[in-house]
């Protein structure tokens, strides 16, 4: 069913394609077909209050193409325009340089000098009244046997100490170096456990809140997908009161949400409430509650990690005694809003209520995704994370589909641009648009293009002749084939793989056989490994999917990117694993619906790295050759930008050897 929204004002601006040939203009840029018929469709999309999704390709200047008619509608309508974005290199990018130009090149043809604020959650902020106050925040139970960690933590905790006499913003962000987040809970609050600005004695001043002060006055409001879902679903509004939200990165919109709706039980969620909880009550109650965080430790130990199906007996009482002990503390706490007018216990006791709420409220959910009647009346899952050497097991649970969260709490409430270098997986919108919650009411999808000609600048390569990569590691004729790509680029190659334990691995074989410098990710921050390998053209820098959205090497230090292996998810990852079956007692493809769609969106980044540039080229060369013999290979290559296709190994080798030689 359409949405309903109010009545857009008539303009007096200037028109769309004039403002934005003015920023084209000012910026030195030229005017691209894709950028300006992006521009046009989102201003439509906007007076007709219908959601839109472009894909966009890189180089298509999206940015400003959201950008100029976010502000019109701003100025006309009096009213901020929400900008979302999945990375904070994203973020930078728009508040350091895109608005703060645009701005400058608009001013004279608007009402007033537009203006912008990035706002981010609570957590994100240094809360005064915590620092000054001196709320002890419990130490991690392992780090206390550990003094290197304990003295690490403490040389943070003193740097956050001195950069709170001296910061602006409180934000987090701006502490270079950054600090762990074991330092930095010792100076922030969540939003359950803030007492609230009118109760604060540091409230005329918190950070958190003159951030959200600045973003209700300005024409655009920077944030994260992650607030963003808390602003949609949350009881209390966020974000200030806006009718129109660009989404950018929108392929991470739907992780982002589940991010922010999966929650975890553990023995020390359960420990941290009782220690927060600590002379609060009587102590018995408190132990009922320890001796159940104790029988979960227990019961975790020893079961496998992986997806619970079925709810076994003793985890079922285990969480209904966690739910009930939990329950009793609550209730022995008394009134929420108890000493009110002593900020420190009403400290305590906020945080002793926000530990408490999430143990018991964790636990009914786990208990509640079960006893449906199939399974496709699943709506979550529950799985046991094994948990790490320094990360204890937990449990954890979240839900098989964000879309009906999504179409009633974000689309259903104001009008969504959604734009990506990667939305059409296959070819059409369909994949996404289910995960959206778009499948039915008033939206439409658009594909603007990319002004690289990608025929003529890149080719796909697929290594046909190679066997299918297996478990133990990758064979020695992958090792082969990338060896000898890379000697035919002369180096320039960034190597995507889909497992750190196999990117380690290939550098391992392969700096002992290559005379070109080869990093790999882990050696040092991943900041500064790409400005290595961006600086030093025959350098080689070979790392795993975190790579794959964050690199952005534009010329001739890049003419090579090689992908190991079609990235499809872990056939044991519980969440996509039970999302495939929801959806095939559904009656569809588990496969294609997750899995398929899951390796599309991956591939379609990675490709992305080539061309960054109009005088970019170069090869891409898969080595699985699964995208060229598979049943699902043809779903997989329409993801992907229209390359030069081939599976002859000469043809990459000689293309990249004539790069080597003559770049132009």
């Not at 469709?41 to 940015?63: F, N, P, R, Y």
């Not at 009213?79 to 994203?90: D, E, G, K």
């Not at 496998?304 to 969480?319: C, K, M, N, S």
Request: with cysteine.
């Amino acid at each position: 069913m359409p949405v309903a929204f109010s009545a857009v004002p008539d303009s007096h601006l200037p028109p769309v394609d004039t403002l934005l040939s003015i920023a084209v203009g000012a910026l030195g840029g030229s005017e691209r077909q894709g950028q300006l018929t992006m521009v046009r469709a989102v201003q439509q999309a906007i007076d007709d209050e219908e959601h839109l999704a472009v894909q966009a390709g890189t180089g298509t200047g999206k940015s400003l193409a959201y950008l100029v008619p976010s502000i019109r509608h701003a100025m006309d309508s009096d009213t901020p325009v929400v900008i979302s974005t999945a990375t904070i290199a994203l973020q930078r990018q728009l508040v350091d340089r895109d608005l703060p130009r645009l701005s400058e090149a608009l001013a004279k043809e608007l009402p007033h000098e537009p203006t912008f604020a990035i706002l981010k959650g609570r957590r994100n902020y240094l809360c005064r009244y915590k620092a000054t106050a001196g709320w002890p925040e419990e130490d991690e139970q392992d780090q206390l046997f550990d003094p290197r960690e304990v003295s690490a933590t403490g040389r943070m905790v003193q740097r956050i100490q001195e950069w709170a006499e001296e910061t602006e913003t409180g934000d987090r962000d701006e502490l270079v170096p950054g600090v762990s987040e074991q330092a930095w809970r010792q100076f922030s609050v969540s939003a359950q456990e803030c007492l609230g600005a009118n109760r604060c004695p540091s409230g005329a001043e918190c950070f958190a809140e003159l951030a959200r002060a600045r973003a209700g006055e300005v024409d655009v409001v920077v944030t994260n997908h992650a607030l963003l879902a808390i602003d949609a679903m949350g009881d209390l509004p966020v974000l200030p009161e806006h009718d129109v939200v660009v989404v950018d990165e929108a392929h991470e919109l739907a992780d982002r949400v589940t991010s922010v709706v999966t929650s975890e039980l553990s023995e020390a969620s359960v420990m941290l409430a009782v220690r927060r909880v600590g002379r609060l009550i009587d102590q018995p109650v408190a132990d009922q509650l320890m001796e159940a965080g104790e029988d979960l430790k227990a019961l975790l130990a020893a079961a496998p990690p992986g997806r619970i199906d079925d709810l076994p007996q003793v985890l079922g009482l285990t969480l209904q005694l966690i739910r009930d002990t939990a329950w009793r503390c609550i209730t022995a706490m008394g009134p929420r809003n108890a000493d009110k007018d002593d900020p420190d216990k009403a400290g305590q006791r906020k945080a002793a209520f926000t530990a408490l709420d999430e143990v018991h409220d964790t636990a009914v959910r786990m208990l509640d995704a079960y006893g449906h009647a199939s399974e496709a009346d699943r709506a979550e899952v529950v799985w046991l994370d094994a948990g790490t050497d320094r990360r204890p097991p937990s449990l954890r649970v979240a839900p098989l589909s964000v879309a009906g969260m999504l179409r009633d709490k974000l689309f259903g409430e104001r009008t969504v641009v959604l734009t990506s270098a990667t939305l059409a997986l296959g070819g059409t919108f369909d994949a996404l648009a289910a995960q959206w919650g778009l499948t039915e009411g008033k939206w439409q999808g658009m594909d603007v293009g990319s002004p690289f000609n990608h025929p003529r600048a890149g080719i796909l390569y697929v290594a046909k002749h190679l066997p299918q990569p297996g478990r133990d590691g990758l064979p020695q004729q992958y090792l082969d084939e990338i060896t000898e790509l890379i000697e035919a680029a002369g180096g320039r190659t960034l190597g995507l793989f889909s497992s750190m334990r196999a990117a380690k691995a290939a550098t391992e074989a392969l700096r002992d056989r290559l005379d070109v410098p080869l990093l790999c990710q882990g050696d040092d921050s991943t900041m500064l490994l790409v400005k290595q390998f961006a600086e030093d053209e025959p350098t080689c820098l070979f790392g795993t999917l975190s790579l794959w959205q964050g690199v952005d090497v534009p010329g001739p230090s890049l003419r090579l990117v090689i992908i190991d292996r079609v990235p499809f998810p872990r056939p044991d990852d519980p969440l996509t694993s039970a999302r495939q079956r929801h959806v095939a007692a559904r009656g569809g493809n588990g496969f294609m619906a997750v899995a398929a769609n899951h390796a599309a969106l991956l591939l379609a980044q990675g490709a992305g790295r080539l061309l960054r540039a109009q005088d970019d080229k170069g090869v891409i060369a898969v080595l699985d050759p699964r995208l060229a013999t598979a049943r699902y290979s043809g779903f997989l290559l329409n993801s992907l930008p229209p390359f030069w296709r081939t599976t002859d190994p000469a043809i990459p080798r000689a293309a990249l050897k004539r790069l080597a030689t003559d770049p132009s």
